[in-house]
């Protein structure tokens, strides 16, 4: 299986490796595969594989589990973090995300240990961004959320549809958007910590322009999502698996999140 969002690339591959191993793909109605005999390695009996595939109903519960573990530790970081070590916290949680994802991202093995570890540091880094910014407009957090959700149903409800389809043009485009949008974001970073304003984020219409480009991404995004979900079960991918394709949608909707708070608060800056 080709894969095409960056967050499960490595779905294709592990399906190879479960096959190779002897583990025999679903069935056509999603029905476990039958584990196939294979030789033994270095004289030793190999006991056949009892892995279970992975369903949709896996990545359901793996992406709602995520998301509580999310919102707990955020709303526990709201409460617990004083006013005075935000934004501290704010970037050492985003320095430690970026790179547990990172690690996920490219690693071989689904682990859901680091995936649960990356839930717990993004609860405080989304924690951290929405008391700051619920400090300074009103109900923004509020507005932000429902909105998030709302695009990520949206989306499901469009891909399920068939309205919206991850053709090879599409997935390159989004690719090449996504790779694009990273890269601008971090050179913004670094010359902000220079003190250059490009003005991506200062709340001019140039920064509203890139806020809604990044969000019609961040919703398109969960579109790639589906496909590799669709396409795991399809191969009958191991269950873990399920906790890295939970993975790339919660990475999406913090994503979003991120960019709909930003947008809200521009919006507000006068008020």
Not at 55 to 70: A, E, Q
Not at 87 to 94: H, L, Q
């Amino acid at each position: 299986m080709k894969t095409s969002n960056p967050v499960l690339a490595r779905l294709g591959q592990a399906a190879e490796r479960e096959r190779s191993a002897g583990y025999a793909p679903a069935g056509p109605y999603g029905q476990p595969g039958i584990p196939q005999q294979y030789p033994s390695q270095a004289g030793y009996p190999a006991a056949p594989p009892t892995v279970a595939p992975m369903t949709i109903d896996d990545v359901v519960v793996k992406t709602v589990t995520l998301l509580g573990i999310l919102g707990i530790t955020a709303a526990a970081a709201w409460v617990l973090v004083p006013d005075a070590l935000v934004g501290p916290a704010w970037v050492g949680a985003a320095v430690v995300g970026l790179v547990l994802g990172l690690i996920i991202s490219f690693s071989r093995m689904a682990s859901p240990a680091l995936v649960i570890a990356y839930a717990l540091v993004e609860g405080v880094f989304v924690g951290m961004v929405s008391k700051a910014f619920e400090s300074a407009y009103d109900g923004i957090v509020l507005q932000a959320a429902v909105a998030s959700f709302g695009i990520f149903f949206l989306m499901a409800m469009l891909y399920r549809a068939k309205v919206i389809r991850a053709t090879p043009a599409f997935v390159k485009g989004m690719i090449a958007a996504m790779v694009g949008l990273f890269a601008v974001m971090l050179i913004n970073l670094v010359l902000a910590l220079f003190g250059v304003n490009t003005g991506l984020r200062d709340g001019s219409p140039l920064a509203i322009g890139f806020s809604l480009v990044c969000i019609v991404v961040a919703s398109l995004s969960f579109v790639l999502s589906f496909k590799e979900i669709e396409d795991g079960v399809r191969m009958g991918l191991p269950q873990r698996y399920s906790w890295v394709a939970a993975f790339g949608i919660l990475v999406s909707l913090v994503w979003l999140y991120i960019e709909i708070l930003r947008l809200l608060s521009y919006f507000q800056g006068d008020d």
